[in-house]
Structure formats: structure tokens, C-alpha cells
């Protein structure tokens, strides 16, 4: 026979609004879908925007130093990356010290939207509509997690 009890905490931990994941993932979703018009507006998809985040904050770094960075393997960064220099934004070239790293460079193109991307966060702290302080909380707390989660995989 099944115990109700149970069965109750059973249905509670399978409901979808129960799910850390699913609300991580639908958060992430819409701020996907919030960043989607600001970045078209410097022809940048939300992927190549982070590329150019990393960059803006170190300039001339290795293509596998910027996948440790963003959590992306190579198969994923080196079509990325190759839009981003037809685009101009970007330039790869192989180190001189190990012919074996690419390092990354950005352009003068690249450089110059830091500027039209400055305003990009204060938006999205305008659409959170909740304190800066609250945000950078939340971000500490979900970074927290993705160290506890990598580290137990």
C-alpha cells in the first residue's frame, strides 16, 4: 500500500514550479529575450556579447583561457569566434611563444562598441526593477551554486 504522505512529498518534489532548475532556466530565458533588442542594436548575438564582456576586461587572452571564462568548449567558441573576426570585431592570431595557443585581440570595431554597450546594464537593472544591491546578491548566490554543481559532476 502506498503511504499518502509520500506520495504528497513525491507530487510536491516533481511540480514544475518547484524546480530550481526550471526557474533557472526560464529566467534565463527571458533575459535572453529582455538583452535580444539591446544587442541587435551593436549587431551582436547574447554569446559574442560575452565574448566581448571577457575581452573588454582582458584584451590579447588565449581562446582557451576565454572557454575556461565562459564555460564553453572549443567546438563551441571557434565558429563563434570566427563570425566575430569576419565581423571585424576580433582578430585570432597564434602566440609567438607557443605556436600551439591562439590568443584573442580585439579590434579598433571591437573596442568601440564598448561604449554603445556601457548602457546595456543599466536596462536591465531598470527591468529587474529591484535594487542593484539585491541583483548582485542574486548573482553571488547563483555563482555559489554553479561552483557547488561543477564541482559535484
Known amino acids: 500500500m502506498t503511504n499518502p504522505r509520500t506520495t504528497s ?3 510536491a518534489a516533481l511540480r514544475l514550479d518547484n524546480q530550481l532548475c526550471f526557474a533557472l532556466y ?3 530565458l527571458a533575459m535572453t529575450k529582455l538583452y535580444k533588442p539591446l544587442l ?3 549587431q551582436l548575438t547574447y554569446p559574442q556579447y560575452l565574448v566581448m564582456m571577457v575581452l573588454w576586461e582582458q584584451d590579447g587572452l588565449s581562446v582557451s583561457a576565454l572557454g575556461e571564462r565562459l ?3 572549443s567546438g ?3 565558429p563563434l569566434l570566427k563570425r566575430m573576426e569576419q565581423a571585424e570585431l576580433l582578430s585570432r592570431q597564434r602566440s609567438a611563444a607557443d605556436e600551439r595557443r591562439v590568443e584573442l585581440f580585439l579590434t579598433a570595431k571591437g573596442r568601440g562598441l564598448k561604449v ?3 548602457r546595456i546594464p543599466a536596462c536591465v537593472l531598470a527591468a529587474a526593477d529591484c535594487p542593484l544591491s539585491e541583483l548582485m546578491h542574486l548573482t553571488q548566490q ?3 551554486l ?3 554543481l561543477t564541482a559535484a559532476t
Do not use: G, K, M
Open 71 to 73: 564555460f564553453l568548449d
Open 142 to 144: 547563483v555563482q555559489a
Open 40 to 42: 541587435e542594436a551593436l
Open 9 to 11: 512529498a513525491n507530487d
Open 76 to 78: 563551441t567558441l571557434t
Open 116 to 118: 554603445q554597450a556601457a
Open 26 to 28: 526560464s529566467t534565463s
Open 146 to 148: 554553479r561552483q557547488r
